[in-house]
């Protein structure tokens, strides 16, 4: 009986795609995720562990039998395993890579070496690579073999004998010849390769520009050493965007929901506390000003305005500056060009937000045209140099090989505030005899 | 002479990739532009004008002989003229689609009836679709035959005689199998579909969740209607992190580069002067408090650290919750539950910045206990209220089916400006009589 109810749960939970076996598994508790283990062999439950989130997978891990486990990984797509040992302590990594079968954890090592965020980080060693002598007959038999492991067959690469990328043909191409027709014959020689090192947002763009399924990666040799499937480059492109939101709302890496409020807290006040120093710092130079405030206090009822105008006109510059050169349609303009655009956006936005306020302030504040002066300089100044430093810092960055986001929101959005507060209180202080 | 050229031209360039070719064809300047035109059949030009961005493509169709423009168009995805024709007036369009073949207008009307933003609005109508009944050999046929003109050959959908979805077969599936086998022997039934009037969001999702190439879109009745393919979604996924990101700097749809300074102003400006509004109204919040101010002057030196200090955990809170809610990371968490989190977060965080500030303050502010009383407890409580709102406003925002992005970073700052100035000043008022 009990062996029957096991062959119906296999049969219903392996007739799920795995990404849905991986929803279902997520919500057991521990005595029947045992269950799982002791139905399902390692090779089935590898795909449902590739498909979980590395804390649960760090979790799931410590409640395997060391055999099952080393099973398990050798089923893996080598590029999963070695995300995941990327988490863990280095003793615990050579433990289990001395246990898994010795092909399987050479692909693992190799891809571990690659720095991450490169194309060697992110991509697969499954692939299928075929001869150009061959004939179409020979790669159907090949992909009938070795088919059901590759994590792609849409796309195969065609390397000569020393392993050099020779081309490409696509199962499109393959499946309109005829059985008897040599690959050479149908082979497209003009693939578009990335080399090892390439910066995984690169190879995003490229995949996205060309609308290719897949890309070989080679080394400065041209030797074929994986591929970058699609489905690998959307994870990059959700990763990076995480990743800008995250820099603009000073929350790097915290924007993860699945932790405790004081695993987010530990995350996020290093920002805010570190946000505020700046804050501390805005403090004394507004304290510089103390007599111009004593003499005319509703100055500071526009601290606010000028410092929120300068900083939000920063921030609009760094996001077009930083989604330029994400999406690589800065490239294409000069660099010169977009500075100059942005001062340009700069002063007019400035000017307009200046007849504005020259024209409010005087009725709303009893006729004070020389407060309403004060402030619609100022903020026609600010703006103007607050465009010119968001679209400035993030360029700066980008040329020196970082990321351009670390030149985040809030940090020149604190820049700019100081600078527009400066601006502000050095305009009033020297027009102080007049008021 | 000259035609031996234009020979050389045509071989050189159309062994491009369609994508250098668009590269190519961007930089010449209306002369060359014209020889291109005349060189190439509207068919092969079709590629180039597919792949412009819409600006350039509205200046290009007008260069273009109506012939060749109807022909051009009859050869593009239907998807792309639906895109192209919706940036255009109505007369314009209705004269396009008369010139062009009646099949193809039809399906760009049947394109360009769907809501922007739908699964319909970015399928392609160009997909194989097969019947059960076929054997593999039919099917390589129709492949033979229909292949070059199909957006993606990879999945082949399988339908009954009502054009009803039944099933899918994958190139992979259909290659390993024998030629005499039929259809219905290698059909995948459990095949994942969307209807047409689904969110975009929700497809990209979806399709990033099972891996998938493409997904079938089906009317209400499961009928099959069109595809979306991967770099569909793709185009999505950098489209809605754009979006995204544009909410969080105030520049909603103006993060182009390639727009004029005064076009980039104008797009700007509005939500600059509009921000500046709110900050006339932060101006009015402190100026009820001026006697406070007198009284105390360096409180003003403080302002900017409470707004800054209480608009970086509100938006970092914004950030978490639009981030959970795109990827759909949220939902497996209960709204309640992150709520909680928040508040516990920010408690913790409030509670860190307070405790640095009461230290810092007496040493910087010679002795000034209760300024680091103020501006202590005013921390704590503003970061509390701040990350409650942060979290709140988007949840009750996508409640009620609108973007959640459009609590946009600064009007969530702006709301939590004021909310911490009246706590500061407040507490400060009423602890006047001791100072």
Not at 334 to 348: Q, S
Request: charged share 25%.
């Amino acid at each position: 009986l009990e062996n029957k109810a096991i062959e119906q749960f296999r049969n219903a939970f392996l007739e799920l795609h795995p990404a849905d076996q991986v929803d279902l598994f997520s919500r057991l508790d521990q005595e029947k995720r045992a269950r799982v283990y002791e139905y399902l062999s390692p090779e089935e439950f590898a795909a449902i562990f590739e498909g979980l989130e590395v804390n649960d997978q760090k979790e799931i891990a410590l409640e395997l039998d060391k055999e099952y486990a080393a099973e398990m990984f050798n089923n893996m797509y080598a590029d999963d395993v070695a995300d995941f040992l990327g988490e863990l302590q280095e003793d615990k990594v050579s433990a289990i890579l001395k246990a898994m079968d010795k092909e399987d954890a050479q692909d693992v090592k190799e891809l571990m070496a690659y720095e991450e965020g490169t194309a060697g980080a992110i991509m697969t060693k499954e692939f299928i690579s075929i001869k150009a002598t061959d004939t179409v007959a020979d790669v159907i038999e090949l992909l009938r073999r070795e088919g059901p492991d590759a994590e792609t067959v849409y796309y195969l690469y065609v390397t000569d004998e020393y392993n050099k990328l020779a081309g490409v043909v696509s199962l499109r191409d393959l499946i309109i010849a005829a059985t008897d027709e040599p690959i050479i014959n149908i082979i497209s020689t003009r693939v578009v390769s990335v080399h090892e090192n390439t910066d995984q947002e690169e190879v995003a763009n490229l995949i996205q520009k060309y609308d290719f399924l897949a890309a070989p990666v080679v080394t400065s040799t041209n030797e074929l050493v994986g591929i970058v499937t699609v489905d690998d480059v959307i994870d990059v492109i959700e990763e990076e965007a995480t990743e800008d939101l995250g820099e603009f709302s000073a929350s790097r890496g915290a924007t993860d929901v699945n932790v405790t409020a004081f695993e987010a807290a530990k995350k996020r006040s290093p920002w805010i506390i570190l946000l505020m120093f700046f804050g501390m710092i805005t403090a004394g130079v507004i304290g510089q000003f103390e007599e111009t405030l004593e003499a005319i206090v509703i100055l500071s009822a526009f601290i606010p305005l000028i410092m929120d105008s300068a900083g939000n006109t920063g921030t609009q510059s760094l996001a077009v500056v930083v989604r330029g050169l994400a999406t690589g349609s800065l490239e294409k303009k000069g660099l010169f060009k977009i500075l100059r655009r942005e001062l340009g956006t700069g002063m007019m936005i400035g000017l307009a937000c200046a007849i504005v306020l020259m024209g409010l302030i005087p009725i709303l504040y009893d006729g004070n045209i020389l407060l309403a002066f004060i402030v619609g300089t100022s903020i026609f100044l600010s703006l103007t140099i607050s465009t010119v430093i968001g679209a400035t810092v993030p360029l700066i960055i980008n040329k020196l090989k970082l990321d351009p986001a670390i030149a985040s929101g809030p940090f020149i959005t604190t820049v700019n505030d100081i600078l527009g507060l400066l601006i502000y209180f050095s305009i009033a202080t020297s027009l102080l005899q007049y008021l």
